[in-house]
């Protein structure tokens, strides 16, 4: 059951879809799911494509080869997935455990196409969770002084250990630039808000002081300026007057967890595609 | 800007997709919107695919001919619109006048595309509201013994004014099965309950009595079997016990309008297929 | 089927409620609504109670000398409303005017427990529909050099009409300082936006450029800091990178009609109270 | 921080309000919360009301003594808690763990105020769960010929155990009338549709083959008559034709969590009266 999946972006032209399913068609393969759009205002083509390598007659490793000169005509930017092939997975996290705990329950689940390879941690809070779970888990105390250092070592753990994805399951440590830059659009964080609105520290406090009638919970890739990375998903639940901050806090980590793990769900089954500091998600 | 749109359901099989795109990028027409969906269970293959007739070879009707015999290679059921070509849609209503309203003014607004014939009612109160939107208005009143001569009455009117889809928007009469029938998957209606809960008159008090936590509303085509129609769209909202039987309808008005328009939208664009007394909605 | 009804505010102490309803019952009165809650960040307790009119021992000339000296001792902010003292409404628009005729629709059923006195906009586009619902209608162009003259007029004209409260229905101007303080949590706004995100202009273009997932809407008391008045309701939708920016005006729009129409309601129905720049709403 | 809790429902008349906030004031009593309802169908009275114990000047043991006269004076059906005395709860599951999983995390994150005591299961695949959270378990596999016998062990060890609250967190066996009548309003099951809407067995399949376009989960207590008792809370969620049958299930999961839980925390900190087979839950 295995199948092959094209993510591809291009200027729009007339064919494109065409000679894309047109490979497919006239190397036997059968297309289990294919979406596209085109962004008016920039003139760009996003397409995802999927489908059956049973009866391809193109082998998998050659498909690069031969895809190649199609995408080159429409000069596509593209990716090749292979759905055997589980992105690799690790979490940060802090001391709130809730999202890393759903997260681990899907994954057991098998809701999650992964491997969770490993937990890392600036407190010691998440060890006995990733115990239970049997994944590795790393503790990295950062203070102001050791940060780059420490950072350093977690990026020589994700390179070990072959990490695709980074998962920010509530990290609350601002991730330098280099970090950022290693993993472009491979680094998934959930905020506790919806932003843009309450961007930066304690978005529920600022929520609660503000009035709001609804909070939210965005998760999106991150990027050099602070919670303006493209947005993945969103979601908002209604409170009110009666709501005291700790109701707040608790109907948002119920609105955090189904908002990552949606996320973390679509990257892991390449459903994902960036421009322009937005994301086309095709769920 | 005259774009051409085939909704296509047939057998799934391969080159399905390559067939009709190739088609539209051989004869150099630039496609604006594709989606297409694979039903697993009954092995289905859906697709609506729209095109710019700016510079496409083959004459809007030569279309037809021309896409004639790759249709029937892959057994396809298909339907060739042009956006040019409005629906002409008469409004059936009774008394309750909220979501003729709402439709009035979304035509007027611009969000409807289709031509607004005429209103036909069992009752006079939509009288003025027509005279003011400037849309022929019949009534009909309706008798158990003079209901089929009245339905005869009105389907002249549909007949004469070549009306292509008819919508129920809160028309408290049952059809009969020959009008139902001469209008299959072409009469919207809007029922005020989450169907399948609450089927039948009086929803509002149903839910009231049940003491649900939320009402919905459904907007469906209309068939023989009474509120078993395929569903095009539904919705929900929140209530409570602090919310009176008239506090329903009201919130539940809201919920209506807003079901039917949606669904009423997607009818006139094309975007709804069919099937198995499901609905495939390209939204 | 006259009510009487109490708007409190005060420090929170022992006995309020017991004195407040011992006044009612003492009085052979019936409350027919009593909702309470206490801000504890503050120490604040709000309470708006109801009790029917008839067989109350006092006269409703009278009520305020008798109440007086309960409320003294407590050291309350108070209102007293009548339910038969329906508010004088004006309504301010300038060109979209899809809130404008929900909002009319809605009296016209009812719904709405106030006098429509006078519409006012600073375009000629709604005259047609204030004439429709025979309704008063001004215009006042507004250019920059004679803005304060044209509110002065508006003003003497909310003056001459006894105006209680003002419905901003997408009214594209700024009120001078002048005009807000005369009419303190009094004028409601619908900004067609999630406050605090995307406040100022083109609220719709700003989150379709930002990539967000939802909209919203916002209805709030307007105050001198713009766009950051006690927000009365607020709600989002759903939308996708399928959507241009004209569908999010129109679902916007659809959002921002429910909303400003549920505030509306609200405050009419003396369900609002205000403080810390935030709103109690007993709904 | 002990509070008391009265939840009392009558007839309504004239003074209940005051003689029961009366009650509390004249003994020094410091109100926390108060909500009350009136249902202008039945004319009955609901009300719960919160006080601190601190200063109250009747001892806990004699507030039902000094009480009692008020009671009876207004026909009070009514219940006294108090805080500090957590409700000893049972769940019951099967197979699916997702919400029991759910409310694990929740008690041991501080959010659920009672004592976990012991897991009751028809199957042997929670036992990990509940040793991993340090909770009694008992298996009792069902069939047909030993249901009503195995019925009573369980009944057994909920005796032994004062279980005050049943919680049938995806339980699938239907319970016998014996079990049923011993816990009235006590046994709080998740049922995974939008109730009335697909009661019984396989609701998802039922839904996905109706075609909805919502998925819904209820929460109720349980009855005799199956999937018909009061109402607690519900929510829905959208879906699409996209959405094949696993993917009603992974969604349906998230929602069956949410509603469960919070039923649950209303019923453990005694926010929910019934009547007429209805709730009212002062949230």
Redesign the interface.
Known sequence: MNHAILLISCPDS??I???V??F???N?????????????QSNTFFMRIEWSLKGFHIKRENIVEVFGPIAQKFHMIWQLHFTDQKMRTAIFVSKHL?CL?DLL?RYR?G?LACEMVVIISNHPDAQNLAK?FKIKFHEFAVLKENKSEQEKKQMEILKQENIDVVVLARYHQILTPAFVNAYKNRIINIHHS?????AGQNPYLQAYQ?????I?ATSHYVTQALDEG???????V?I???D?LEDLV?KGE?LEK?VLSRAVRWHLEKKILCY??????F?
């Open positions: 007339k064919g879809t065409a000679a399913t047109g497919i068609a006239t036997s393969g059968n297309i289990i799911h294919a979406d596209q759009h085109i962004d008016e809730h705990y329950y689940a809701q239970d919806f932003l843009p609105a309450f503000r009035g709001v009638k609804l939210g493209p947005i993945i998903e969103q979601d908002t209604r009110s007057h009666r005291a608790r119920d189904v322009a500091n937005k994301t086309v998600v769920d």
